[in-house]
Nanobody, 123 residues
Framework: QVHLVESGGGAVQVGGSLRLSCTAS????????VAWFRQSPRNEREVVAA?????PNTWQPDSRFTISRDSDKNTLYRQMNSLRPEDAAAYYC???????????????????WGQGTQVTVSS
């Protein structure tokens, strides 16, 4: 079992920054991929960033944001800069334990999910 806890969400103004954290505990040695998902009332849950915990290749298509990890702390970070109202959402992290060298997985391929952290961006 892997337990994921997100933190770092909050309310910021347009152009502000936040750093989200996802800390894993339990059977962390079984993790192969960790991803960040976003879900808002108008949109389905979608993956927005991911890292292969073994390689560690990353996928983070939005250049305003970066992901990084602290292996000693079993924590994945997502630095979010220049935030826009459309970035407002609940952000979840998810972990997959299927052996893989890939970074990008399908939404249904993850085994464990955190409870989420809310990001609000006001103008």
């Amino acid at each position: 079992q892997v337990h994921l806890v997100e933190s770092g969400g909050g309310a910021v103004q347009v152009g502000g920054s936040l750093r989200l954290s996802c800390t894993a505990s339990g059977s962390t040695n079984s993790i192969y991929v960790v991803a960040w998902f976003r879900q808002s009332p108008r949109n389905e849950r979608e993956v927005v960033a991911a890292i292969n915990w073994i390689n560690p290749n990353t996928w983070q298509p939005d250049s305003r944001f970066t992901i990084s990890r602290d292996s000693d702390k079993n924590t994945l970070y997502r630095q979010m800069n220049s935030l826009r109202p459309e970035d407002a959402a609940a952000y979840y992290c998810a972990a997959g334990v299927r052996p893989s060298t890939a970074v990008y997985w399908g939404n249904d391929d993850y085994d464990y999910w955190g409870q989420g952290t809310q990001v609000t961006v006001s103008s």
